[in-house]
């Protein structure tokens, strides 16, 4: 029976499916032919039921409730109604309302309604009955009951998770007389393994090693060995980017960059390669910059936790919204979404507009979240920070001392004209005036609700600090806060708390080469015309000037003031190494600016005025303090001022409710998490009730990910979504025994891989047992290994990798995209990449939203907008077309086909194929393969004129050969 | 319905028997583009049960085929389709003086300005149209035209992904692979939802003719007029033998991994997919060679025009109506690159439009009355729309800036009434004031026409049972036959 045929079973059957599904929970021994008295189960019968057919009317959303009932919490369903009677009366399935009113044929009284298009079975109609009739039980969705290990016996108890998950597995198959099929072979395991952990399959070398070595071990050292491979972190990083929907650029009208986005997935590489727990990564996302000893690179010292909170931008932006408040909520919305799928597996955006109509999300779960990520700032950050240089910091700090020792306090003494201008503008007279808002003003060396974030910038009170330069030292004459007190170059970020906008300029004073002013309107950043020119202000002289920011279109907004070195070049932060930015004093004002006072001219010491011993430690700061300038930047997170959000009614910003939600983590999983901090964005304490072992989601989120990434299938199929709406698990017992060894075992990412990979039931052939087929069509429960098509990456990888042209060299700036004529529009590069990306692996070519590659969106890859966990796998004619035609193929293929031509070996014919397959297939050719082969390249060489004895030569010939082989279903299948 | 897809399931097991012959040799049939069976093979997890829920068609269609005319930029409806003689008489004057401005893209306030073009009846209808369009208003008793169309977005890239997927954001599917989930397409050797590129892929790129969340197989084909009008359509062999000669040994290499296997559908039809692939070969460059048509046919698309983008675009139209013949449920066109850009005249409006509209007036006048002279306008419904409309004020001195708040469409062909106008807007063309009609509705009325409630056409994503339109949307019911 075709697969088509098989999936018409289930459909003229839902009764089957249902009891397959039951079966799983508990495990029981029983005919599928009929429910018995107790098989039906409140979580997998019930609940479905009731939540497909009557909670978009009677669920937890408040705003679509009809008659005041609702059925997704016992208390209500079994109140009083309005019209007398109740919905269920626990034992009573006779009186209960639920049960006459679905069963009537009046249409004004059924339900579900006419209008509402659904209609129960009568299956379904008897498991509510008989389950109301058993005394309605009610239990918590079952994803919201913590896990717990499975009873399993003594002897397997002690054993080591892979045999603990065969004999789950093992165990649901004889239970419905399935018999699973054997082991696969040898060779075939080693492509499983090495496919499936790092996207390239084995090398010829590597199969003969592990086909030669006779050993028990066989397994273990195939995985571990690819476990241990740099290409694990590659494959691996390629996964979760498709859960942080990555890409380079913004998509929008032009496709701006998303600076520095590859320093996070050179990060996840490095992650997953390091094995690093996996309640630690998730903590480095939604707070990376908040943990007190961030994670350092093992040798560079950096750190990498920070560069975690990376993923937050790489969502879609645009570039002059007419409503930065709209804009602003559009990502806000997007980051909540993933943040919940990824994670927990929720569906948190449900809730935008309504309470969610499945799950217990009420939409004030949205906007705590909401106000929690608008009191987060984004913020460029140094890829490699600083605090790898902290002895440098030492010194350069001691330097500073000695330097400040001998000449502060004769700068002291001179000149008393600051002082008394300090004691007379402290007062802020000049902006007194209540036409002028104060910003800030620094004059004083007082920075009041200003932050610092990063090394840079300082606040220079009169006389207290010196300015050291490459060529003369500066005692400031006037308060200020600078970016170049160690050095420019380096790395810092100024900002003012948020205010309300309420004047149409701000004037901020500064000096500087090269450094930047920024309104920051909504957290909006990609600042550019029409509309937003005036929120930015580049300086580029280093004597003080008067800058003004026009600020009329965005009067009324919340914003803050951002002062940085350096600059933005079409949206890509740089920073050089001689950038520095001051600035003393902000004013919003809307007529008429106030008149400040000119600074007075600094005391300025050159180098050469001063007593040698001075001089030399002025040389020695410099030359220690400039090599602290960072020079490569990613866009991260910052905390930024506390807000509580109100719940826009009706998703709409312009519509808001009076009360303001309190950060919390969410509701459904609320009672484990009390007193949530209400300091700061209160991202860490999200991030915390993540990975708290008393969350009941993330552990099986995540453990379920890995299996859906070995097996093609989660235990979970909707490995995004553990609601209502989601897939029950089919095999409820085993996803909670890896989540609870998981946890157990140190949240380890390669030692759950690890242990999956070794047990039989990965290790099974894919041919499938005829018999067993008819009675499991979908395999659900493993009696063989899936087959499964190779995603894009590692058909291209796997293509490179086979012809030798792969370049394995790691990390970097993205290689970018090769363009057809067929990819145009706005923003389209004006050079194109190279055909072959140089060879680099496909995780290391650009990503443009508006160019995306075409070989991997015809294979597959998800367009990167929202959380994918699961891609689909399609066949469509253009992934044939590509195979046969596409130009990089064939420039493979050729290249391929001249390597083994040069090479000394494999010169017979025969040996030669067998080498083609080896590094194609990891296998020999069979005999008869040899032969068609053979003939089918005897009969290319006379139809090309091609004398027999100089076949061997012929690099047309070859080629196509090569061709072929990249065209056979073998190459782009695990079998 | 159980029946017919049954009997469905059965013949490809025959089919793929049949495909063992030599490459090429058998006809297909729809395999691929085609449902129930295609949506099988592509979708992956999703639910059986959803996958065999009768969706296609929900009743009775009276279009076959949409063609989508996409005037890029935001065409001036005060221009060309809504005469506002007010602004004749205000012209010079401050619109903050008469009514409420909203923010707009440029913030660059003008002064109400006038049409540059003069205003006529035209057909028995007595519809007005600007004289910006001789050709199409010749055609106006076969078209339906709709003054008070409402968009949500300002922006370019937002608006037209409003208009193409229902949703203001990048990543949904676009109504072809909405209406191709729905209805797959007529001709095996074709993919049922082509865009015929034009030369301006619109703000927001490639992602307004995805699959979104729906299975890859539902995205556009990118089409351009020429040789090799599709990525990879051109074989790299010299020879056409050799290719044959390569793929049938490849499927006779195949055979082994079925042998091995016993059974392994997804392996079928990637071979079957060959198969369709090396068909399509052919069947898509013969689109583009126009030998079959007459002089006479090619004049009234303008193909002979002396305006080189009067030219492409009426290539492009009649590109179009060859791909009706050959049963390709939705065709979009996008503009030709004229010299004053797409319809976004912010500047210099008088020139720009005049350009852009001498560039496809002449080959949709040419389109419809071919389409009707052969009977496939019965069957076809062709929709002429932008992202949104244009301010009845300037931007600086002499553009337009963007307007969604009022802008006109219009649809002729199946299911439609030829010489209606609906929906109207104030005295300047700058508000709805009757009919309002949103995207939502436009969309809900295509998928209609096709046969389809876009209430009941929806795909599991997220969680959640996703529409075309939302959870909105009303059939334009008015402008209906």
Same mark, same amino acid.
Request: aromatic share 6%; net charge neutral.
């Given at each position: 029976m075709s697969k088509v045929a098989r999936a018409l079973i289930w459909f003229v059957l839902p009764a089957s499916v249902i009891v397959v599904c039951m079966m799983a929970w508990q495990g029981a021994n029983q005919s599928s032919k009929s429910v018995g008295k107790s098989e039906v189960d409140f979580n997998y019968h019930i609940r479905p039921i009731l939540s497909q057919n009557c909670f978009t009317c009677h669920g937890p959303d408040s705003s679509s409730r009809e008659g005041d009932l609702r059925l997704d919490r016992l208390e209500d369903a079994t109140a009083l109604l309005r019209d007398g009677g109740r919905a269920i009366i626990p034992g009573d399935s006779r009186n209960s309302v639920l049960v006459s009113r679905i069963e009537s044929d009046d249409p004004n009284h059924v339900m579900p309604p006419p209008a509402a298009k659904k209609t129960l079975t009568p299956r379904q109609i008897e498991q509510l009955r008989q389950w109301i009739d058993d005394g309605a039980e009610w239990k918590p969705h079952w994803a919201f009951i913590p896990p717990g290990k499975p009873k399993l016996p003594a002897g397997i108890r002690k054993k080591p998770l892979a045999k603990q998950i065969d004999f789950l597995i093992n165990d649901a198959l004889e239970k419905r007389d399935l018999r699973p099929v054997p082991s696969t072979s040898k060779p075939r395991f080693v492509r499983r393994v090495a496919y499936l952990l790092t996207g390239l399959p084995p090398s010829p070398a590597d199969l003969e090693d592990f086909l030669t070595e006779d050993s028990k071990d066989f397994a273990k050292r195939v995985v571990d060995h690819y476990l241990a491979s740099p290409h694990f972190g590659e494959r691996w990083a390629r996964h979760w980017m498709d859960l942080m929907r990555y890409a380079d650029t913004m998509g929008h009208e032009f496709d701006f960059p998303i600076s520095g986005s590859w320093h996070y997935r050179d990060y996840l590489i490095r992650a997953f390669n390091a094995d690093v727990p996996y309640n630690q990564l998730v903590r480095e996302h939604l707070a990376g910059d908040l943990l007190e000893s961030p994670r350092r690179h093992p040798e560079e010292n950096f750190n990498e936790s920070v560069l975690g909170t990376g993923f937050f931008f790489l969502g879609e932006g645009k570039h002059s919204p007419v409503s930065t408040r709209e804009e602003e909520m559009i990502r806000i919305d997007n980051a909540i979404d993933v943040i919940s799928k990824s994670f927990v597996a929720l569906t948190v955006s449900c809730a935008r507009c309504h309470d969610h109509k499945f799950d217990n999300i009420p939409t004030t779960d949205f906007y705590a979240m909401y106000g929690m990520l608008e009191s987060t700032r984004i913020t460029p950050r140094p890829a490699r920070d600083y605090e790898q240089h902290d002895k440098v910091l030492a010194r350069v700090g001691r330097i500073k001392g000695q330097i400040e020792?001998?000449?502060?306090?004769?700068?002291?003494?001179?000149?008393?004209?600051?002082?008394? &201008? /300090?004691?007379? /503008?402290?007062?802020?007279?000049?902006?007194? $005036? =209540?036409?002028?808002? &104060?910003? @800030?003003?620094?004059?004083? %060396? $007082?920075?009041g609700e200003w932050t610092f974030m990063d090394a840079a910038f300082k606040a220079y009170g009169v006389k207290e600090q010196l300015l050291i330069g490459r060529n003369s030292v500066e005692v400031p004459s006037l308060g200020l806060v600078s970016s170049r007190g160690l050095s420019p170059g380096v790395f810092g970020a100024f900002r003012s708390a948020d205010f309300v906008v309420q004047h149409d300029s701000i004037l901020v004073r500064a000096a500087g080469n090269t450094g930047t002013i920024r309104l920051i309107v909504n957290n909006f950043q990609v600042i550019r015309a029409p509309l937003y020119e005036g929120m930015e202000q580049v300086v580029t002289d280093s004597s003080w000037q008067e800058y003004r920011l026009d600020t009329h279109l965005v009067k009324g907004q919340k914003a803050y003031l951002e002062i940085l070195p350096g600059r933005y070049f079409e949206h890509e932060y740089r920073l050089k190494s001689n950038d520095y930015i001051e600035i003393d004093i902000a004013v919003a004002y809307s007529n008429r600016g106030p008149r400040l006072q000119p600074r007075p001219e600094p005391t300025v010491y050159a180098k050469e005025t001063l007593p040698a011993s001075i001089s030399g430690l002025v040389t020695s700061y410099d030359s220690l303090a400039s090599a602290l300038h960072d020079s490569t930047y990613f866009l991260g997170l910052d905390e930024g001022t506390p807000i509580n959000s109100p719940v826009f009614i009706r998703g709409n910003p312009a519509m808001l409710s009076e009360e303001a939600i309190p950060h919390r983590f969410l509701t459904a999983l609320s009672e484990n998490f009390p007193n949530f901090p209400q300091n700061g964005s209160g991202r860490l304490a999200w991030a915390d009730a993540v990975v708290d072992p008393a969350n009941s989601l993330t552990s099986r989120v995540i453990v379920n990910r890995i299996w859906h990434l070995l097996f093609g299938r989660g235990i979970v199929e909707t490995v995004d979504n553990f609601g209502l709406q989601g897939k029950l698990p089919t095999h409820p017992e085993l996803l909670d025994l890896l989540a609870v060894t998981f946890v157990e075992q140190g949240w380890s990412i390669k030692e759950l891989a690890r242990q999956i990979a070794l047990s039989e039931t990965f290790r099974r052939s894919t041919v499938a047992n005829e018999s067993t087929v008819e009675r499991d069509p979908d395999n659900d429960y493993l009696h063989h290994f899936p087959i499964r098509r190779l995603e894009g990456e590692a058909i291209r990888d796997g293509i490179l990798a086979v012809s030798g042209r792969l370049d394995s060299t790691m990390f970097g700036k993205p290689v970018e995209i090769y363009l057809t004529p067929f990819m145009? @529009?706005? @923003?389209?590069?004006?050079?194109? %990449?190279?055909?072959?990306g140089n060879g680099r692996r496909s995780i290391y070519m650009s990503i443009r939203r508006n160019f995306l590659p075409p070989f991997m969106l015809t294979f597959d890859m998800p367009v990167p907008f929202n959380t994918? @966990?699961?891609?689909? =796998? =399609? =066949?469509?004619?253009?992934?044939?077309?590509?195979?046969?035609?596409?130009?990089?193929?064939h420039q493979q293929a050729e290249y391929w086909a001249n390597r083994s031509i040069a090479s000394a070996d494999s010169q017979a014919l025969a040996a030669r194929i067998n080498q083609f397959y080896l590094s194609a297939f990891s296998r020999r050719a069979t005999n008869p393969e040899l032969e068609k082969d053979m003939s089918f390249i005897r009969s290319q060489a006379m139809a090309q004129g091609v004398p027999l004895e100089d076949i061997g030569r012929s690099a047309s010939i070859w080629k196509d050969f090569c061709h072929i082989l990249f065209n056979r279903k073998e190459f782009i299948y695990l079998l | 319905m159980r029946d017919h897809l049954n009997k469905r399931c059965m013949s490809r097991r025959e089919m793929l028997g049949l495909c063992r012959n030599a490459f090429g040799g058998v006809a297909l049939l729809g395999l691929l583009n085609s449902l129930p069976f295609g949506r099988k093979l592509w979708a992956s997890g999703a639910d059986a049960a959803e996958l065999m829920t009768p969706k296609t068609p929900h009743f009775r269609p009276r279009a076959k085929h949409i063609i989508f005319l996409y005037m890029d930029g935001g065409i001036s409806q005060v221009d060309a389709f809504d005469p506002k003689p007010r602004l004749n008489k205000e012209h010079g004057e401050n619109p903050f003086e008469k009514f409420e401005v909203d923010p707009t893209q440029f913030n660059n306030y003008g002064r109400i300005m006038k049409s540059h073009w003069d205003f006529k009846q035209h057909g028995d209808s007595g519809m007005w149209m600007s004289e910006l369009f001789p050709h199409l208003s010749t055609c106006v008793d076969d078209i339906a035209m709709i003054n008070s169309m409402v968009s949500d977005f300002p922006e370019h890239t937002n608006a037209n992904y409003f208009l193409h997927t229902g949703i203001g954001i990048q990543g949904r599917p676009s109504m072809g692979a909405w209406v191709t989930y729905g209805l797959g397409s007529e001709n095996e050797n074709l993919p049922g939802y082509v865009v015929l590129d034009g030369g301006l892929i619109p703000p927001g790129g490639l992602d307004n003719f995805k699959n979104g969340f729906l299975p890859a197989g539902y995205q556009a084909s990118v089409l351009k007029a020429q040789k090799a009008p599709v990525a990879n359509i051109r074989p790299q062999e010299a020879a056409d033998s050799l290719q044959t000669a390569k793929l049938d040994h490849i499927r006779q290499m195949d055979q082994n991994v079925l042998v091995r296997l016993g059974q392994a559908d997804e392996i079928e039809a990637t071979i079957a997919n060959y198969e369709l692939a090396y068909r399509m070969q052919s069947a898509v460059p013969e689109l583009t060679e126009f030998k079959d048509e007459s002089k006479t046919t090619m004049n009234l698309y303008?193909?002979?025009s002396e305006d080189v983008h009067t030219q492409s675009y009426g290539a492009q139209c009649l590109l179009a109506r060859r791909l009706v013949e050959r049963g390709v449920r939705f065709i979009e066109l996008t503009c030709p690159k *004229?010299?004053?850009?797409?319809?976004?005249?912010?500047?210099? !409006?008088?020139?720009? +439009?005049?350009?852009?509209? +001498?560039? *496809?007036?002449?080959?949709?006048?040419? !389109?419809?009355k071919d389409l009707k002279q052969r009977g496939l306008l019965d069957d076809t419904l062709i929709v002429f729309a932008g992202e949104f409309g244009r301010t009845p004020f300037a931007q600086g001195s002499d553009g337009r800036d963007h307007n969604p708040s009022a802008f006109s469409i219009w649809l002729a062909g199946a299911g439609i009434k030829g010489g209606t106008v609906y929906g109207k807007t104030d005295e300047y063309g700058y508000r709805v *004031?009757?009919?309002?009609?949103?995207?939502?509705d436009l969309h809900a009325t295509m998928l209609f026409l096709m046969g389809i409630d876009h209430e009941r056409h929806t795909y599991r994503f997220s969680g959640r049972d996703i529409r075309l339109t939302d959870v909105h949307g009303q059939v334009i019911k008015g402008i209906l036959a």
């Open positions: 020792a001998s000449l502060l306090p004769e700068a002291k003494r001179t000149d008393q004209a600051s002082t008394s &201008l /300090i004691k007379q /503008i402290a007062f802020n007279k000049e902006v007194s $005036d =209540t036409a002028f808002q &104060l910003l @800030g003003d620094f004059r004083s %060396g $007082d920075v145009s @529009g706005r @923003g389209r590069p004006p050079v194109s %990449g190279p055909l072959n994918f @966990g699961k891609r689909n =796998t =399609t =066949t469509v004619p253009a992934q044939s077309l590509t195979l046969m035609n596409d130009p990089f193929v | 303008g193909i002979y *004229v010299e004053a850009d797409r319809w976004d005249q912010h500047s210099n !409006l008088k020139d720009g +439009h005049f350009k852009n509209a +001498h560039a *496809v007036d002449q080959p949709i006048a040419g !389109l419809i *004031v009757e009919n309002k009609t949103t995207i939502h």
